[in-house]
């Protein structure tokens, strides 16, 4: 067997866990959703009619499902440009020695090491207006605001989302500025270049394709595990269910 051949190989070996994983978990429940929008399905009426396009014409024209998608669309356009730029900044801050590095580093991470629906009841406690931190803390300082005020509470949103996929992004492009050579940065220090002319020139061109790929993966999941909205939200909604 040829080295190409079994460097090709190899390759298709070591991603099989994750091709295995998108097949199982992406893959399928995309298809079996698509699938299921062709047939008129009822819990009283057991058997299945195929719809057509019926379903999908009846959501494309539901006002609520309109006003729902342009409301997610900027939401995600928003907090994952925010989340990109910021988890850039922090992998620039961390790729570099400092005191205490270990133990920031180690901080930035625990919102990703903390299930996503548990952080969202923790920050549904912080946020609460009877017995939440949060509140009273703003209340001790002469700040009686309600956090959940039609003006306020997408801010609040964007701000949690932001706090709890922050550190995805950033551990993606702290992951590609590890590996990015050290020889240019060496010959563009030789050339006279400062730090903010190399970041501009050479460090953001030739990391724009894990910065795009760190982007396209947290929009996915702001979209796909928005727990923390979510639980929050359920707050400021009159009639929850608690």
Same mark, same amino acid.
């Given at each position: 067997?040829?080295?190409?051949?079994?460097?090709?190989?190899?390759?298709?070996?070591?991603?099989?866990?994750?091709?295995?994983?998108?097949?199982?978990?992406?893959?399928?429940?995309?298809?079996?959703?698509?699938?299921?929008?062709?047939?008129?399905?009822?819990?009283?009426?057991?058997?299945?009619?195929?719809?057509?396009?019926?379903?999908? %014409?009846?959501? *494309?024209?539901?006002?609520? @499902?309109?006003?729902?998608?342009?409301?997610? &669309? +900027?939401?995600? /356009?928003? !907090?994952?440009?925010?989340?990109?730029?910021?988890?850039?900044?922090?992998?620039?801050?961390?790729?570099?020695?400092?005191?205490?590095?270990?133990?920031?580093?180690?901080?930035?991470?625990?919102?990703?090491?903390?299930?996503?629906?548990?952080?969202?009841?923790?920050?549904?406690?912080?946020?609460?207006?009877?017995?939440?931190?949060?509140?009273?803390?703003?209340? %001790?300082?002469? *700040?009686?605001?309600?956090? @959940?005020?039609?003006?306020?509470?997408?801010? &609040? +949103?964007?701000? /949690?989302? !932001?706090?709890?996929?922050?550190?995805?992004?950033?551990?993606?492009?702290?992951?590609?500025?590890?590996?990015?050579?050290?020889?240019?940065?060496?010959?563009?220090?030789?050339?006279?270049?400062?730090?903010?002319?190399?970041?501009?020139?050479?460090?953001?061109?030739?990391?724009?394709?894990?910065?795009?790929?760190?982007?396209?993966?947290?929009?996915?999941?702001?979209?796909?595990?928005?727990?923390?909205?979510? @639980?929050?939200?359920?707050?400021?909604?009159?009639?929850?269910?608690?």
């Amino acid at each position: 067997m040829s080295t190409r051949t079994t460097s090709r190989l190899s390759k298709w070996v070591l991603g099989s866990p994750l091709i295995v994983f998108a097949l199982i978990f992406v893959v399928y429940p995309v298809y079996q959703g698509i699938q299921t929008g062709f047939y008129s399905l009822s819990l009283q009426n057991p058997d299945t009619l195929f719809a057509g396009l019926e379903n999908f %014409g009846t959501v *494309l024209t539901d006002p609520g @499902f309109l006003a729902a998608a342009k409301f997610t &669309l +900027l939401f995600a /356009l928003a !907090v994952t440009a925010i989340e990109t730029v910021l988890g850039f900044g922090l992998a620039l801050l961390v790729n570099r020695e400092f005191p205490g590095k270990k133990v920031f580093f180690t901080m930035l991470l625990v919102p990703i090491m903390v299930a996503p629906a548990l952080l969202g009841v923790m920050f549904r406690l912080l946020l609460n207006g009877d017995i939440g931190l949060v509140p009273e803390v703003l209340r %001790g300082v002469g *700040l009686d605001v309600s956090l @959940f005020a039609s003006n306020t509470v997408v801010p &609040l +949103l964007v701000l /949690l989302d !932001v706090l709890q996929w922050t550190p995805f992004a950033f551990l993606i492009m702290y992951a590609g500025l590890q590996s990015f050579p050290s020889d240019v940065l060496e010959a563009a220090q030789v050339d006279g270049a400062g730090r903010l002319r190399t970041l501009r020139s050479i460090v953001v061109p030739m990391m724009k394709p894990i910065i795009f790929a760190a982007a396209a993966s947290t929009i996915v999941m702001v979209v796909l595990i928005p727990f923390v909205p979510l @639980f929050v939200k359920r707050i400021a909604t009159p009639g929850a269910a608690e």
